[in-house]
């Protein structure tokens, strides 16, 4: 198996097809296989060798797609820069991978510097962008039109393709090594499970291409031969005028992403009706979001995927057809066809169903281990499952109910109140946008829990209408004691809102771990 395998492929059955649609440029499979075999060439001759890392720190763009096939056809392994991250934290994964080779777009040719600074390894840059070539930079059209076109390494099986680092929400960083068969395995065996893209259909890419949610869709529409269409990054005006545009067929989207589209006033102007399956994962999703979403893409199929970048990243899937029926819209799915899954208790023992331990996994997508940290390894991978961490249950028919990370569990008054139970109620208030539930310092309760609201244009509610609306749909002592309101919620890079910051300020004085 290798991530290269699919272009060969469409290079030889559809090499007219659009391979990528990046505002005004378009570049069919046959030209990509040129560009891909040329910038390989040109990765050689900077010094590229057999397992070298080369990051890419940018924005979403058919450039970025051509270097995911570039740097393994040069037998190189990826590592894809968190957009998000400061220099110091971009500085930190470029010196633990021993990463010398940095590309870099427009939109942070301006880090540079720091990164140098921080850096002195870093030999050589090359910038990807449309702007004229910083100096000190190498040019990225002009690497490949300079280059020789060379025979693809075909690296695979068990070398590894990429490394990607974790969010970093707790401690430092963990680089994720994933090999060929890890990413190919999780990206056939979700297709196999569900449809989730469409040969010969069009994939927006709005969510962040570093991310592994993103690349494991781009695996995936690159295994049926489709055709990627990019968007620099999420924003709601121009996801809806792609989609229209270029008849999008498949997404995928993380909820801070779907709520901002369902909310925003053009929607209804737009033509959505190519969308055939909106794939949503990465964080929860409450019910009320979700039955908006599925009234706002009426033709498209949801399919929620669950999973983490250790497992290249799906454990789990929950299907169109799931959806439709409606019965089990807060549950993460059932184990995809690749994947094993069980839920267990903190010697690892399974436990009963209906009852909430830590879900673990394993299959061939679990990744080889962390890099250059083997006790975390170790730890993570303990009696060949990899523990996720997050806290589930199992039903009857092996449908996984997430409650939450298991380090964010609220204990109230010696009870346990699982934070995703409490957004899915407080969300399905009227006058709710979008809420997070975290546990604050409580003299009497050990831990209150306590929601931060966004609430919606021109809405209003108080914090005790709030907890008696949660009240009427879930127990009392897990309703919120209190809250707060807020413009907006703070998010990673892959739209995952950042507990750890709304915690802050409220935990400075004790020494809980937070995610």
């Known amino acids: ?58 924005l979403n763009s058919d450039r970025y797609a051509e270097l995911l096939l570039a740097v393994p056809w040069a037998n190189g392994v990826l590592n894809p820069v968190n957009i998000r991250w400061s220099p110091p934290e971009i500085v930190y994964s470029l010196v633990e991978s021993e990463t010398a080779i940095l590309f870099v777009d427009d939109a942070f040719s301006a880090t540079v510097p720091a990164i140098r600074d921080g850096h002195p390894g870093l030999t050589t840059v090359v910038h990807m962008g449309d702007d004229p070539t910083p100096d000190g930079m190498l040019a990225y059209e002009a690497l490949i039109e300079g280059a020789s076109p060379i025979d693809d390494a075909m690296r695979g099986g068990d070398e590894i393709a990429g490394l990607f680092y974790t969010g970093g929400t707790t401690g430092f960083p963990k680089g994720v090594m994933l090999t060929h068969t890890n990413m190919v395995t999780s990206a056939l065996g979700s297709q196999a499970t569900t449809q989730i893209v469409i040969p010969g259909g069009q994939l927006l890419h709005a969510a962040p ?84 979403a ?16 250790e497992l290249s990243p799906i454990a ?10 409606g019965t089990r819209l807060r549950s993460a799915g059932r184990a995809a066809a690749h994947s094993e899954v069980r839920i267990v208790d903190t010697d690892d023992n399974e436990v009963p169903r209906g009852t909430v331990g830590e879900v673990t996994v394993r299959g061939a997508h679990v990744m080889r281990g962390y890099w250059n940290k083997q006790a975390e390894t170790d730890e993570a991978l303990r009696g060949g499952w990899m523990h996720t961490g ?126």
Not at 14 to 29: H, L
Not at 429 to 453: K, L, Q, S, T, Y
Request: hydrophobic fraction near 45%; glycine fraction near 8%.
């Open 390 to 515: 997050d806290g589930a249950y199992m039903d009857d028919e092996g449908y996984i109910f997430i409650v939450d990370r298991i380090k964010d569990m609220i204990i109230s008054g010696g009870e346990n109140v699982y934070s995703a139970e409490v957004e899915n109620a407080v969300a399905q208030h009227p006058a709710v946008a979008a809420c997070a539930v975290i546990g604050v310092p409580d003299d009497e309760w050990g831990e209150r829990v306590h929601a931060v609201v966004v609430l919606k244009p021109g809405a209003s509610a108080t914090a005790e209408e709030l907890r008696e609306h949660a009240k009427t749909l879930i127990a009392g002592y897990k309703a919120p004691r209190t809250a707060e309101f807020v413009d907006a919620l703070p998010v990673s890079g892959a739209g995952k809102v950042l507990k750890r910051e709304l915690r802050a300020r409220y935990w400075q004085e004790g020494d809980r771990g937070v995610h």
């Open 209 to 292: 291409m570093f991310h592994l949610a993103d690349l494991a869709a781009w695996v995936m529409q690159s295994m049926v031969g489709g055709t990627h269409v990019i968007v620099p990054m999420f924003e709601p005006q121009a996801v809806l005028t792609a989609i229209q545009t270029h008849r999008v067929t498949n997404a995928l989207l993380v909820p801070t992403m779907i709520q901002m589209l369902v909310d925003h006033p053009a929607t209804p102007d737009h033509d959505l009706s190519s969308m055939r399956t909106v794939l949503y994962g990465a964080s929860p999703i409450t019910e009320a979001l979700l039955e908006r």
């Open 1 to 58: 198996m290798s991530l290269t395998q699919a272009l060969h492929r469409a290079i030889q059955q559809t090499p007219d097809r659009p391979a990528t649609i990046f505002g005004d440029r378009v570049r069919t499979y046959a030209e990509q296989g040129e560009r891909v075999a040329r910038m390989a060439g040109a990765l050689r001759d900077l010094g590229v060798r057999d397992g070298e890392r080369v990051a890419i720190l940018s």
């Open 316 to 325: 789990t899937v929950l299907t169109g057809e799931d959806h439709r029926a």
């Open 294 to 309: 599925m009234k706002t893409f009426p033709q498209a199929d949801f399919v929620q995927a669950y999973g983490m970048t």
